[in-house]
């Protein structure tokens, strides 16, 4: 399973890749405004922070980056997804599972620019992806937990489909909040999970784990002749 980081914090993404190796990133206009910069200064320093580590290739480090949200025509959103994907060879477009979304993502990926279906709330949206051929399908998680949703099963449906069905799309478990998702989306094969850099540092981490280590400093301490 690959992990990509869910933030446009060029700190983050610097950190999250050199330290713990992450796979690409994802992007939305909220982590845009978390990040402080216009729209087009946040994705220009992404793109140059790929040239500055050699990892210009989508399939080398994906960037989805999603495009003005407040487009609801599919000529509107082609439009905006070519200016978008021209800026750099890496970035996937996000565009969102509507029916406009959907007819913009099919012509896109006719193109041969990249997308990534988001937005994706249940198993019959995310076929719809995988139908028109987009490079990534995001079925959002945090999201439903919120709302007192299932999860496994609506991510065990969707995978089973895809695997059934032999979509060339991958699948982005998306906002996934909690170490306990990342390893029931391992358990399902799902092929990626994006999330923030604290969920990600968190997953590494256990009460037991650090207590284990003062325990063992203390015995260290305490033997004789240490
Ligand atoms: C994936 O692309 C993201 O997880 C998705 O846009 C939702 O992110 P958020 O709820 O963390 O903002």
């Known amino acids: 399973m690959k992990f990509f980081l869910d933030s446009a914090k060029l700190d983050e993404i610097d950190k999250a890749y050199k330290c713990y190796g992450i796979d690409g990133v994802t992007t939305n206009p909220r982590h845009i405004m978390a990040s402080g910069k216009p729209f087009l200064v946040a994705i220009s320093d992404i793109a140059n922070w790929i040239k500055e580590n050699n990892l210009e290739g989508m399939d080398k480090f994906p960037v989805s980056v999603e495009i003005n949200p407040h487009l609801d025509k599919a000529e509107d959103m082609i439009k905006a997804a070519k200016e978008v994907s021209a ?47 987009a490079k990534f399908v995001s079925p959002f998680i945090g999201w439903k937990e919120n709302n007192g949703e299932d999860t496994y099963n609506y991510m065990a449906q969707i995978a089973n489909i895809y695997h059934n069905k032999l979509y060339d799309t991958e699948i982005i478990a998306a906002a996934v909040r909690s170490g306990k998702t990342i390893a029931e989306m391992a358990e399902l094969d799902i092929d990626i999970i994006t999330c923030s850099l604290q969920v990600l540092e968190d997953s590494f981490n256990h009460p037991y784990t650090t207590f284990g280590l003062k325990t063992f400093s203390d015995a260290w301490d305490n033997t004789k002749g240490n």
């Not at 012509?107 to 990534?116: C, P, S, V, Y």
């Open 87 to 133: 800026m750099c060879e890496n970035f996937v477009i996000k565009i969102p599972c509507t029916l406009e979304g959907l007819s913009a993502a099919k012509a896109l990926e006719e193109a041969g620019i990249r997308t990534n279906v988001t937005l994706v709330f249940s198993a019959s949206q995310a076929i719809q992806a995988g139908r028109i051929g």
